[in-house]
């Protein structure tokens, strides 16, 4: 083939491009298209909780002689940017125990994403251990029965027996440093593939004779000279390995080309066995009329599957059938300070690189028999090797780059099977994706807790020279698998919890206890304040108290306190909570049969309200309200034989026309309640109304709670924008033309001032507000959201709702939303240790102070981010310390206190800052920060600041902490190797870059969406997650081993799922055999699938099982019901499902993941020049 070949010269980096002919652009946002028929598919409706991103394994990286989160990993290319990478060598296992070899399997019990919603991960302990009694919901503590600690010494030995799934090093590790650990050498060039050529270990480094071109260097030592030079091209892995037919991305203008002899050839380790993070958002339909549309959903698993694992068989793992694990070859033996391993086997259902083409290239025919070549020549790829429409050009091996799935997959290898303790200061946890128990001994779980970093600059020079930002994604009400144990509920009496005089800091495990433990020294403040008579105890030989280990506020890092009077308002207990259904009778909501549905299922609904651990029924009390210009109050007091209807007709002046009879206890008035869910369809079947008011019915159930003295929630449900004359009213303001202007933000920003009055008001009161949107055009999220947004509340969107296709959706949502666990009233202030403190917050609250965060409502699925900044300097020997209060009321009207503790490490040097950085914590901080952006500044702006604060961490690691080398080297971190990728995927997301399809109220959905995820959640959402189908395992209870997000990856007779916490797209390539279409959709042909359905079949088949349960299990892993959409290749939809394939080129103009790579390479080469 000739290397010299012109590359094809795409779009200029970052501009759209324009569609494929004959494809309209779907129509997103629910806008018909002329000439495209009509799809069952409207708008896309928002994100979802997902996985979240790996952090690297503890290494040991001898040139800078400390213990490295495995060392960095370097992309090689000469000039030109083409890096080559070959990803890391695994480094030992934190602890003590050998880890599981990346082909062993794991216990059955292990589910690798978990079946609990929120995207928590459930991390448990193999289910057919003895399972842990789960206490009731949250116990009071029993001094003597805090769990005794568990010793540390084997849990945190930091080098053990050798790891032995050390991935296999690829063929085209020309010249490419990881670290400064040496890699394996394979042959020089010359010598084409024989039999490998067993190459002696050499004091950590390998070379071997006549190997010059791959000889690793020291830092001591310079690059060789030939190093970025000619870089050998694709060459099959090994004899007998068939030549991964491959077809790699052009170059972009604004990127130089590629030289001619750089290049990497496929990579010798197959795709790998891990499941990939979900995809930015969803898009929207092709399509006209009234069509359902993709959406962000999840379904409330039923009362008795949220509390523990589904009823059958355990699932083992979600991780695809181990790979087997091959005996070293000669001459590859892995070394990294001392650790061998066995190298990594091709992989199940992998040949050897993908076998795909983007053309979903036909299956690899034999292998070719190994030839040896020329000396002279460049080793490539021979001609024949290649299939026809592969030969045009040669690129960067995308095998060659960073792999998410890899990543994921070997963390959860290396993590999985261990629980993490928390009892050392500091310790990075293993990344979302990875299943596993968490044990507290005085850190708050990750569950509760993420930060970017866990090891913080000392002074705030050195954070500003790094650009990494120091912030920590909070989850204070996080659902814990049942195998973990809840905060134990503390109470102190009337004395209530013992606190430091001078900050305000409340007990914990860091408080230092001196004279004899009369008086304690503050961990934040350092002041020193008398221990209360009640709470004396002697100090043992070590200084600590001898009822340590029975009270948790000592010893662990998460427990609850109850309230006393004084944390309460107006110094008196609050009532029990209430919940106010708020119901649209317009004429959109009654002809689609939404009222008739909402009314229904509120029936049996509200016998499952929260309750308080072994409460026989819930506290909360329930009333009712429809509207549309005029608003109807129902009384239903218990003692009614029928309910009665009350009219508001001034809008202007709202006002609650009863007090009595409105709210009430479900199980005293179930039969008039029953009656009114009867009557209200019935009573508004004829109307003509189609006009609607919004802020009233918010100021209506306010009033309400008001009158009651209580807080509580309003569920509304809501279907247009509201242009009848009241107070809140709205115009259509949705103007295509602002995007890509100045003005673009005002898309985001509210149309009035009015809601955010209102907000505030709700807040004080303590009244949540959860809002269901089912539009047939524009609504204004923007300016409906804000209430919502303020209060803690949750949207949930559903354009062109129809009902047979998105009732299931809608009634799962809707079922958990009301049963969920959630705090009323609440505040929420971080304090930390001298050196640092809070400055900044992103999620769903309001605040009226610089520290204090308010939320009416705050459920199991919110979270806060909060950003730190330095304001003294820090001291290695004492760390930074977080203490996160949340005061709140319960669903029983019970004030308390959650404290969640955590201590941080702090260092000198950047080198240890970047060996314990969390890139999934970090991206969900980029991305919220991103969004909040795009309210003040234009999009491009929000763009051009995150790629080049990525490009200041990232050139700062390259100057500061790695191995000298040559500038034509791209160089990134362990911990960050996905930073690229990940970051892409965010820039191409529909808020900062949307498509011609998306409507202004998708991107203002999203945004609010993704700003109160948590990490699991963002991390699916940008990366989804794609599995082939095909290759499941009827007969385990595993998932196929995930595949990479690119359409080159997708072969044209398998049927792949690919899943974002909001979707779920059923792919269906065109050459799928008859026999596995007639067993997942029961018809006989392609032809015959219908793209309509919302769910499958139920055949009796394996097949069909399998893939059923697949989808449950991961509906319930996610806090919103994924919509599911069935895609034909080549069909219309394919450009929606072709939207979250992220690592290619986006039609809007996003880069490819390959090319994207690139561009940062020239930003960070520009740094540092």
């Excluded at 070394?335 to 076998?355: A, E, I, L």
């Excluded at 609050?574 to 002809?591: E, W």
């Excluded at 709210?663 to 109304?689: G, K």
Aim: with cysteine; charged share 15%; proline share 12%.
């Amino acid at each position: 083939m000739s290397v010299n070949q012109q590359a094809h010269a795409g779009p200029p980096y970052g501009q759209p491009q324009p569609g494929y002919q004959g494809y309209q652009q779907p129509a997103y946002g629910g806008q018909p298209l002329p000439g495209v028929p009509h799809s069952q598919y409207g708008a896309y409706n928002g994100p979802m909780p997902g996985y979240q991103q790996p952090v690297p394994p503890q290494g040991y990286f001898p040139s800078l002689g400390f213990p490295s989160k495995g060392s960095p990993v370097s992309l090689n290319s000469d000039t030109s940017l083409a890096p080559n990478f070959i990803g890391s060598l695994r480094a030992p296992p934190t602890s003590g125990a050998p880890t599981p070899a990346s082909g062993a399997s794991l216990p059955s019990g292990h589910l690798a994403y978990s079946q609990f919603g929120q995207g928590d991960v459930q991390n448990g302990i193999p289910t057919s251990a003895a399972p842990m009694q789960r206490p009731p919901a949250s116990q009071p503590f029993l001094p003597g029965s805090a769990p005794s600690p568990v010793s540390q010494a084997s849990a945190f030995q930091q080098y053990g027996p050798p790891a032995a799934g050390v991935q296999q090093l690829s063929n085209h590790m020309a010249g490419m440093t990881i670290g400064s650990a040496a890699a394996a050498a394979p042959p020089p060039a010359g010598l084409g593939y024989g039999t490998p050529t067993s190459v002696p270990p050499v004091s950590g480094s390998f070379s071997a004779a006549g190997s010059g071109l791959y000889t690793p260097y020291t830092a001591s030592q310079g690059p060789p000279p030939s190093v970025t030079q000619g870089l050998p091209l694709a060459q099959s892995p090994f004899p007998g390995q068939p030549m991964p037919a491959q077809r790699l991305p052009a170059p972009v203008p604004g990127f130089p080309p590629p030289p001619s002899s750089a290049g990497l050839g496929p990579s010798s380790y197959p795709p790998t066995t891990v499941a990939p993070r979900p995809p930015a958002m969803p898009g929207p339909p092709a399509a006209g009329p009234p069509a359902a549309q993709p959406n962000h959903v999840s379904s409330p698993p039923p009362p008795s599957a949220m509390a523990g694992p589904p009823p059958g068989p355990p699932m083992s793992g979600l991780h695809g059938p181990p790979p087997p694990t091959h005996p070293p070859q000669p001459g590859y033996q892995m070394q990294q300070n001392g650790s061998f391993g066995q190298v990594r086997g091709p992989q199940p259902n992998y040949g050897g690189g993908y076998p795909g083409t983007p053309h979903y290239g036909t299956q690899p025919g034999p292998p070719p028999p190994p030839k040896r070549l020329d000396p002279d020549s460049i080793p490539s790829p021979q001609l024949n090797e290649l299939p026809p429409q592969q030969k045009p050009r040669h690129r960067i091996d995308p095998d060659a780059i960073p792999s998410p799935i890899q990543v994921i997959e070997d963390d959860r290898s290396n993590r999985g099977s261990e629980p993490f303790v928390t009892g050392v200061r500091g310790q990075v946890p293993p990344l979302v994706t990875t299943n596993f128990l968490v044990k507290d001994q005085g850190n708050a779980s990750p569950r509760y807790i993420r930060c970017t970093s866990y090891n913080v600059p000392c002074t705030s020079d050195m954070a500003k020279q790094s650009q990494v930002p120091l912030a920590a994604v909070i989850k204070p009400l996080a659902a814990l698998p049942p195998e973990e144990t809840l905060p134990y509920l503390v109470d102190h009496g009337e004395s209530g919890p013992v606190r430091c005089n001078r900050c305000k800091a409340y007990m914990c495990p860091f408080m230092q206890f001196i004279e004899g433990g009369r008086r304690f020294q503050c961990c934040f403040c350092s002041c020193v304040t008398e221990v209360p008579p009640h709470y004396f105890q002697h100090l043992d030989h070590t200084g600590k108290r001898v009822d340590f280990y029975d009270r948790p506020e000592l010893s662990l890092g998460s427990y609850e306190f109850l309230a006393t009077v004084d944390y309460c308002k107006n110094n008196k207990f609050p009532s029990p909570p209430a919940f106010i259904f708020m119901i649209d009778v317009s004429y959109n909501a009654v002809k689609s049969g939404l009222v008739r549905l909402v009314c229904e299922e509120l029936k049996s609904l509200l016998d499952y309200l929260p309750r308080e651990g072994n409460m026989e029924e819930s506290a909360i009390r329930v009333g009712f309200v429809t509207y549309n210009k005029v608003l109807h109050f129902y009384n239903v007091k218990s003692s009614l034989a029928q309910p009665q209807m009350m009219v508001v007709s001034d809008v202007a002046d709202m006002f609650v026309p009863l007090l009595d009879g409105f709210l009430v206890n479900v199980n005293e008035s179930r039969t008039v309640i029953a009656s009114l869910l009867d009557q209200i369809p019935e009573m508004f079947a004829d109307t003509r109304e189609t006009e609607t008011v919004f802020a009233p019915v918010i100021q209506a159930g306010l009033e309400a709670l008001k009158a009651a003295e209580c807080a509580g929630k309003l569920f509304i449900f809501h279907t247009s924008l509201p242009i009848a004359e009241a107070p809140g009213k709205l115009k259509n303001r949705d103007d295509k033309k602002l995007i890509s202007t100045d003005k673009e933000k005002t898309l985001f920003q509210p149309q009035t001032s009015f809601y955010n009055n209102l907000a505030k008001d709700c807040v004080a009161q303590g009244c949540c507000v959860d809002l269901f949107l089912f539009p047939n055009q524009y609504l204004d999220v923007a300016t409906l959201g804000v209430v919502t947004y303020q209060t803690g509340g949750s949207i949930y969107k559903y354009a062109y709702f129809q009902l047979e296709t998105d009732q299931d959706r809608f009634l799962n949502d809707l079922r958990r939303d009301v049963q969920k666990e959630v705090g009323f009233d609440a505040v929420m202030r971080v304090r930390t240790s001298t050196g640092i403190r809070a400055t900044d917050f992103f999620g769903a609250f309001y605040m009226s102070n610089t520290t204090d965060v308010e939320m009416a409502g705050l459920d199991c699925d919110k979270t806060i981010t909060v950003e730190f900044k330095h304001d003294d300097k820090l001291s290695e020997d004492s760390g930074a310390l977080l203490q996160c209060a949340l005061l709140y009321t319960s669903c029983a009207g019970q004030r308390r206190l959650r404290i969640h503790n955590l201590s941080l490490n702090c260092c000198t040097q950047l080198a240890d800052l970047y060996r314990n950085c969390e890139t999934d914590t970090l991206i969900n901080y980029l991305a919220k920060y991103a969004y909040r952006g795009v309210l003040s500044s234009p999009v491009k702006a929000v763009r051009d600041a995150l790629i080049s604060q990525c490009a200041q961490i990232l050139a700062c690691y390259r100057k500061n902490c790695a191995s000298p080398s040559s500038a034509g080297q791209l160089i990134l971190p362990e911990c960050m190797k996905l930073l690229p990728v990940y970051l892409n995927c965010v820039l191409k997301s529909d808020v900062l870059q949307p498509g011609p399809e998306v409507t202004t109220d998708d991107r203002a959905y999203i945004r609010q969406l993704v700003t109160s995820m948590d990490v699991a959640e963002t991390n699916v959402f940008f990366y989804p997650r794609l599995l082939p189908l095909t290759k499941a395992d009827v007969d385990s209870d595993s998932l196929p081993a995930a595949i990479r997000n690119s359409e080159e990856r997708l072969s044209k007779g398998d049927i792949y799922l690919l899943e974002n916490g909001l979707n779920i797209f059923l792919w269906v390539g065109v050459n799928v055999q008859q026999g596995l279409i007639q067993n997942l959709f029961g018809v006989s042909s392609f032809s015959q699938i219908s793209n309509t359905l919302s769910t499958l079949p139920v055949l009796e088949n394996p097949f069909s099982k399998k893939v059923r349960s697949i989808i449950s299990m991961l509906q319930m892993q996610r806090s919103r019901y994924m919509k599911l959409i069935i895609v034909k290749q080549e069909d219309k939809l394919e450009m929606l499902f072709k939207h979250f394939l992220v690592e290619d080129k986006s039609l809007s103009g996003g880069a490819s993941y390959v090319d994207f790579l690139c561009h940062m390479h020239k930003e960070i080469r520009q740094l540092l020049s």
